[in-house]
């Protein structure tokens, strides 16, 4: 059985930090590329970052660049996304996936999935 579980969402004043982590069980991950997405309420999901299984490549949206940092451990088979200076824009439901094709900021390229992990920006 395949899992992705995220943690590490919560409630942050803007300008605030929050560290997410994605934890991977139940098969190998290994050449999958991961990657993190966010839903706001009446939105579209929409990619955020992403990392290739060697963790040499990394990509963001305009919007997060600079601001974001995603990194993997694949010894541990975790993935995470260091947050910081926080908006009140990124609040969002944030997801972990995983996918071995591409295009990797498209959500349809992803195969799996975590249930995600609510982000609250606000003062």
């Known amino acids: 059985q395949v899992q992705l579980v995220e943690s590490g969402g919560g409630l942050v004043q803007p300008g605030g930090s929050l560290r997410l982590s994605c934890a991977r069980s139940?098969?190998?991950?290994?050449?999958?590329?991961m990657g993190w997405f966010r839903q706001a309420p009446g939105k579209e999901r929409e990619f955020v970052a992403a990392?290739?299984?060697?963790?040499?490549?990394?990509y963001y949206a305009d919007s997060v660049k600079g601001r974001f940092t995603i990194s993997r451990d694949n010894a541990n088979n975790m993935v995470y996304l260091q947050m910081n200076s926080l908006k009140s824009e990124d609040t969002a439901v944030y997801y972990c996936?995983?996918?071995?094709?591409?295009?990797?900021?498209?959500?349809?390229?992803?195969?799996?999935w975590g249930q995600g992990t609510q982000v609250t920006v606000s003062s």
């Open positions: 996936a995983a996918a071995k094709r591409i295009p990797i900021d498209k959500a349809t390229t992803y195969d799996y």
């Open positions: 139940g098969r190998t991950f290994n050449f999958y590329t």
């Open positions: 990392i290739t299984w060697s963790g040499g490549s990394t």
